[in-house]
């Protein structure tokens, strides 16, 4: 459960970094294109705070993944605590 805690929180972060890894490639690939206007382009998207899609990568998978962890390790404990328990004997 606490490793669906750590997937499902921590992702968004890895994603993050991954995204800004390939914007870092993007730029510099653009940069080194012989195309002025390209360059230009490039400058002008960065300062707008737009990049290509394909830059940008998806936190929601590790983030379902993690819920899924959650839930999972919470039915796992519920039905541990439902054997533990035994049969109850009801007094009449």
Known sequence: MALGLAIGLGYPILAARASNARVGRWV???SKSPDVTRIQRTVEMTQLG????WTQVSPWPG???GGGMVALGLLLLKA???DRSGPKISAR
């Open 63 to 65: 983030v379902a993944l």
């Open 50 to 53: 737009l990049v290509p899609p």
């Open 80 to 82: 541990r605590r439902r």
């Open 28 to 30: 510099v690939e653009e």
